[in-house]
């Protein structure tokens, strides 16, 4: 079974909104998929509820309860959405469960500074130092053309982790989310530079770069 966590300590970075669509990105290519929602608020969860039956099947599995102990064997992939406020030993606990892990980062002066300490506690711990778990960074929610953006944009091309992609602001994600769906799943004429923008998302976690 894969683990790919999407995690950040700060809260409102979009982590559940990327663990939805990662989730939805591997069912739509076949595999049998899980999705583990560590959030009391089950954002990932209330997403899966209202996805349609005609789309590929997705388990989802309530973390914040009983940890990832209800996630059927037969699992190929299992998407982490792990919870807000998260260091030290906690972080650690996390972290050994993943092999694949996917930090998204916002473009303001709050959300850059809070990344910056959470990505440099977690390229200490030992299993990322070891590489036996692999690390990559997302802008989220962007709207090019800005300084903020510019200047996040300058932050994360310098880190020791592949900076994967920036994914713009766009309600198309909103529009998926309450539709239970990713954005791979909508129309083309709605999401094709969406799908742009995933591809190298997609293309890193498809290789082997993105794996232990």
């Not at 939805?20 to 595999?31: C, D, L, P, R, V």
């Not at 807000?84 to 930090?103: F, Q, S």
């Amino acid at each position: 079974m894969r683990h790919v966590m999407v995690m950040n300590a700060k809260g409102g970075c979009g982590k559940s909104t990327l663990a939805t669509n990662i989730a939805s990105y591997f069912a739509k290519e076949g595999h049998t998929v899980a999705l583990a929602d560590y959030d009391p608020q089950r954002s990932s969860l209330d997403w899966l509820a209202v996805r349609p039956e005609d789309l590929p099947k997705i388990t989802g599995v309530a973390a914040y309860e009983d940890g990832l102990r209800s996630a059927p064997r037969d699992t190929e992939v299992l998407v982490i959405d792990a919870p807000a406020r998260t260091h030290g030993a906690e972080m650690n606990e996390l972290v050994r469960r993943a092999e694949t892990i996917i930090v998204p980062v916002l473009p303001s002066p709050i959300d850059l500074k809070a990344s910056s300490h959470f990505i440099a506690e977690l390229l200490e711990l030992g299993k990322v130092q070891r590489e036996q778990a692999r690390v990559a960074v997302v802008a989220n929610r962007v709207r090019e053309n800005t300084l903020m953006f510019d200047e996040l944009d300058q932050y994360l091309d310098k880190l020791k982790v592949p900076y994967l992609t920036a994914l713009r602001q766009s309600t198309n994600y909103l529009r998926a989310y309450q539709r239970g769906m990713g954005v791979f799943e909508l129309p083309e004429y709605l999401a094709r530079p969406d799908w742009e923008q995933w591809t190298p998302v997609t293309k890193w976690l498809g290789s082997k770069k993105s794996q232990p």
